[in-house]
């Protein structure tokens, strides 16, 4: 960095003063009796000061032709230096958090003082539930503001997180095809989690091809480096049975195109499957049971996870391993699970449960239980770029969810540098922050959900 935006990075790095807060308390002049009232300040304290460096503008916008779930953000400094983040689902609400709540915290702060923000967004937020919208804008902002540090010190965000665990990241396919989250048509319907388009036979078209030419989709992957393979495969059972019960017939029919997949390439690949939460305890055991020969990497998500018990009793019966998941998004969820053996491996979304800063607590959180971390992303960009920062930098991250069709057709209209991927393995971003930037021609105030908010 260069010029005028390399000299205020220097000059707010070597500035320590605090300003006053945009909105001080009135006080009485000499000899007038302050009110009781008035020593309970309405404020909070001022963010501490790391660096000099002052927010100046929040600018946020859906990218609904492209991926109408999406949230994607943009943070300005003084400095010049702009932080990129994205969240996905509900990006209105989240909008909205961002704008109209968190801004208020944000513009006229040091940027650089991550953990503060982070800590009083989320202490802030938690008194009233925080489980949703709240975690998500929290996110986005997190990825904003790790990608602001790392600009000013010309580092990649792994780096900042303590260097190198690995020197590249292990990955595997999942079964989204190109139109897969995306917008359908010209219509203003984003869909439904769970209900995403199968596809249609063509190139990438990973979701059809996995129920319709599994072993053709395997041999494939395998050619391309891939060491494991997630399927879908029983979304259609639910959509035809429901989730209290499914019969064999339906079973066996879901199964087959895994047992293609042995049949061709043998264990040249593992398989995971995604159940992604639709199914009873008696549904996902018959599934269970049907997959044991299979030997699969994991079960994931094949029950809906808000009860930590029953998903203990679900892993003791299965005799597989369970993966649980990026549906959990807090802390405490995270606790309950590992407290009560109800996981193998637990699977982190940095964009849905608070960020990088929260995404690297929980997978070192999960290693004190010698339970395996795995990152998630079947969205956008960034989520994918932050995971593999964490992935990187953390020890226990074992896998990156990767979405081929994705990287390969439309994230390359989001960003500006894409993801290398070589043989099964992702390297990890070389460029300063997150190793990339989202397009600037997306945040267009014509854009119908453009909004910035400004000092």
Same mark, same amino acid.
């Given at each position: 960095?260069?010029?005028?935006?390399?000299?205020?990075?220097?000059?707010?790095?070597?500035?320590?003063?605090?300003?006053?807060?945009?909105?001080?308390?009135?006080?009485?002049?000499?000899?007038?009796?302050?009110?009781?009232?008035?020593?309970?300040?309405?404020?909070?304290?001022?963010?501490?000061?790391?660096?000099?460096?002052?927010?100046?503008?929040?600018?946020?916008?859906?990218?609904?032709?492209?991926?109408?779930?999406?949230?994607?953000?943009?943070?300005?400094?003084?400095?010049?230096?702009?932080?990129?983040?994205?969240?996905?689902?509900?990006?209105?609400?989240?909008?909205?958090? @961002?704008?109209?709540?968190?801004?208020?915290?944000?513009?006229?702060?040091?940027?650089?003082?991550?953990?503060?923000?982070?800590?009083?967004?989320?202490?802030?937020?938690?008194?009233?539930?925080?489980?949703?919208?709240?975690?998500?804008? *929290?996110?986005?902002?997190?990825?904003?503001?790790?990608?602001?540090?790392?600009?000013?010190?010309?580092?990649?965000?792994?780096?900042?997180?303590?260097?190198?665990?690995?020197?590249?990241?292990?990955?595997?396919?999942?079964?989204?095809?190109?139109?897969?989250?995306?917008? *359908?048509?010209?219509?203003?319907?984003?869909?439904?989690?769970?209900?995403?388009?199968?596809?249609?036979?063509?190139?990438?078209?990973?979701?059809?091809?996995?129920?319709?030419?599994?072993?053709?989709?395997?041999?494939?992957?395998?050619?391309?480096?891939?060491?494991?393979?997630?399927?879908?495969?029983?979304?259609?059972?639910?959509?035809?049975?429901?989730?209290?019960?499914?019969?064999?017939?339906?079973?066996?029919?879901?199964?087959?195109?895994?047992?293609?997949?042995?049949?061709?390439?043998?264990?040249?690949?593992?398989?995971?499957?995604?159940?992604?939460?639709?199914?009873?305890?008696?549904?996902?055991?018959?599934?269970?049971?049907?997959?044991?020969?299979?030997?699969?990497?994991?079960?994931?998500?094949?029950?809906?996870?808000?009860?930590?018990?029953?998903?203990?009793?679900?892993?003791?019966?299965?005799?597989?391993?369970?993966?649980?998941?990026?549906?959990?998004?807090?802390?405490?969820?995270?606790?309950?699970?590992?407290?009560?053996?109800?996981?193998?491996?637990?699977?982190?979304?940095?964009?849905?449960?608070?960020?990088?800063?929260?995404?690297?607590?929980?997978?070192?959180?999960?290693?004190?239980?010698?339970?395996?971390?795995?990152?998630?992303?079947?969205?956008?960009?960034?989520?994918?770029?932050?995971?593999?920062?964490?992935?990187?930098?953390?020890?226990?991250?074992?896998?990156?969810?990767?979405?081929?069709?994705?990287?390969?057709?439309?994230?390359?209209?989001? *960003?500006?540098?894409?993801?290398? @991927?070589?043989?099964?393995?992702?390297?990890?971003?070389?460029?300063?922050?997150?190793?990339?930037?989202?397009?600037?021609?997306?945040?267009?105030?014509?854009?119908?959900?453009?909004?910035?908010?400004?000092?």
């Amino acid at each position: 960095m260069r010029g005028r935006a390399a000299s205020a990075i220097t000059a707010a790095l070597s500035s320590t003063t605090q300003p006053p807060h945009p909105n001080p308390l009135p006080h009485g002049g000499e000899g007038t009796e302050r009110p009781v009232a008035q020593v309970i300040s309405p404020h909070p304290k001022p963010v501490p000061s790391s660096s000099g460096i002052r927010i100046t503008a929040l600018e946020t916008v859906i990218p609904d032709d492209i991926m109408p779930g999406l949230l994607l953000l943009r943070i300005h400094t003084d400095a010049g230096v702009i932080g990129h983040g994205e969240t996905y689902y509900a990006p209105h609400a989240v909008a909205a958090m @961002i704008h109209d709540w968190m801004g208020r915290r944000l513009l006229g702060a040091d940027p650089l003082s991550i953990e503060n923000h982070w800590r009083f967004l989320y202490e802030r937020a938690s008194a009233f539930g925080s489980r949703g919208t709240e975690l998500r804008a *929290i996110s986005a902002i997190d990825l904003a503001l790790w990608d602001i540090l790392g600009q000013v010190c010309g580092k990649p965000v792994w780096q900042l997180l303590g260097g190198k665990a690995r020197d590249k990241v292990r990955v595997y396919n999942s079964s989204g095809g190109p139109t897969y989250g995306r917008r *359908i048509g010209a219509g203003r319907d984003q869909g439904w989690p769970g209900h995403g388009d199968i596809g249609k036979p063509g190139p990438l078209e990973d979701n059809w091809a996995s129920n319709h030419a599994a072993g053709d989709l395997a041999e494939e992957l395998v050619a391309e480096g891939y060491c494991a393979m997630k399927f879908w495969t029983f979304d259609r059972a639910f959509h035809e049975h429901g989730g209290n019960f499914l019969p064999w017939s339906a079973v066996k029919a879901c199964v087959k195109p895994m047992e293609e997949v042995r049949a061709r390439v043998g264990d040249k690949i593992e398989i995971l499957l995604d159940g992604h939460g639709f199914f009873q305890l008696p549904a996902a055991l018959r599934i269970a049971e049907a997959m044991r020969d299979l030997r699969p990497l994991w079960l994931e998500d094949v029950m809906r996870v808000d009860n930590a018990d029953t998903l203990a009793d679900f892993r003791d019966k299965a005799r597989l391993p369970i993966a649980v998941s990026e549906m959990l998004t807090s802390r405490e969820d995270y606790r309950l699970v590992l407290e009560r053996r109800a996981v193998d491996y637990v699977m982190i979304d940095p964009t849905w449960v608070g960020g990088i800063s929260e995404t690297r607590r929980l997978a070192e959180f999960a290693q004190t239980y010698n339970v395996p971390a795995t990152m998630h992303d079947c969205t956008g960009p960034l989520t994918l770029f932050a995971g593999l920062h964490v992935a990187t930098a953390v020890p226990n991250v074992t896998f990156q969810e990767t979405v081929r069709a994705h990287i390969r057709t439309y994230y390359s209209s989001l *960003i500006e540098t894409n993801v290398i @991927i070589e043989q099964g393995w992702a390297q990890p971003p070389e460029l300063p922050g997150l190793g990339t930037k989202l397009k600037p021609e997306l945040f267009e105030a014509k854009r119908e959900s453009y909004r910035v908010t400004r000092v």
